[in-house]
T-cell receptor, first 110, second 112 residues
Framework: KNEVEQSPQNLTAQEGEFITINCSYS?????LHWLQQHPGGGIVSLFM???GKKKHGRLIATINIQEKHSSLHITASHPRDSAVYIC????????????FGKGTLLTVNP | ETGVTQSPTHLIKTRGQQVTLRCSSQ?????VSWYQQALGQGPQFIFQ???????GRGNFPPRFSGLQFPNYSSELNVNALELDDSALYLC???????????FGPGTRLLVL
C-alpha cells in the first residue's frame, strides 16, 4: 500500500462544476502539499498545509491531521483547470523529502 | 528572480550508456532535490543536495549519483542506463530548512 493515496485517479467534469480530489496518507507528516502538473511535465505548488484550511482564488485545500486526510476543492471549474493534481507529504526529517501520490487527472470540458 | 531551469528538455539514449542531467536552482536557494517520474506515476525521491553534500537518498541504486556545485546548481548522473530509467526527471530547489520546493520543467529521458 502506498504511503499516499489519491482518489479518484481520473475525473471528468463540465465547466462550472465543483470538484473535489481526496488524499489519504499513512505516515506522520510535517506538511502536506497540493501540486498541479500540466502536460509537458512542469509542476507548480498550489498549497502547503499543516493544519486547517487554505484558499487561493477558486482553490480550497483542507487537511484533517487526526484522520490523515486532505481534500482539494475547485469551485466554478474551468477548462484551464485541466491538469494532473498531485498530493505530496513531508514526513519530517532533515531533508523535507516529498512522498507523492500518483495524481488525479482532471479534465474539465467546456 | 530566476526560476528553476533544467537541461536538456528531452534526451534519447540507448541501454548501457551514461547520462548527465543539469539543474539550476532558483536564486538564493541552497538545496536541490531530484525526483524520477515514470509515466502515469507520481514522482519518486532520488536524493537531495544541501550545500554541496548529499542530504538524504531514496531507494535508487548507486548508478544514480549526483553533484552540487558552489553556485548550488546540480547534476544527476545515471550510469549503465536501463530501459526502466525512461522517465521524467524533475529537480526542485528550496532554501534549506524550509519545506516549499520549486520545481523545474523536467528532463524527459527515453532509453531505447
Amino acid at each position: 500500500k502506498n504511503e499516499v493515496e489519491q482518489s479518484p485517479q481520473n475525473l471528468t467534469a463540465q465547466e462550472g462544476e465543483f470538484i473535489t480530489i481526496n488524499c489519504s496518507y499513512s505516515v506522520g507528516i510535517s506538511a502536506l502539499h497540493w501540486l498541479q502538473q500540466h502536460p509537458g511535465g512542469g509542476i507548480v505548488s498550489l498549497f502547503m498545509l499543516s493544519s486547517g484550511k487554505k484558499k487561493h482564488g477558486r482553490l480550497i485545500a483542507t487537511i484533517n491531521i487526526q484522520e490523515k486526510h486532505s481534500s482539494l476543492h475547485i469551485t466554478a471549474s474551468h477548462p484551464r483547470d485541466s491538469a494532473v493534481y498531485i498530493c505530496a507529504v513531508n514526513s519530517g526529517g532533515s531533508n523535507y523529502k516529498l512522498t507523492f501520490g500518483k495524481g488525479t487527472l482532471l479534465t474539465v470540458n467546456p | 528572480e530566476t526560476g528553476v531551469t533544467q537541461s536538456p528538455t528531452h534526451l534519447i539514449k540507448t541501454r548501457g550508456q551514461q547520462v548527465t542531467l543539469r539543474c539550476s536552482s532558483q536564486s538564493g536557494h541552497n538545496t536541490v532535490s531530484w525526483y524520477q517520474q515514470a509515466l502515469g506515476q507520481g514522482p519518486q525521491f532520488i536524493f537531495q543536495y544541501y550545500r554541496e553534500e548529499e542530504n538524504g537518498r531514496g531507494n535508487f541504486p548507486p548508478r544514480f549519483s549526483g553533484l552540487q556545485f558552489p553556485n548550488y546548481s546540480s547534476e544527476l548522473n545515471v550510469n549503465a542506463l536501463e530501459l526502466d530509467d525512461s522517465a521524467l526527471y524533475l529537480c526542485a530547489s528550496s532554501w534549506g530548512g524550509q519545506e516549499t520546493q520549486y520545481f523545474g520543467p523536467g528532463t524527459r529521458l527515453l532509453v531505447l
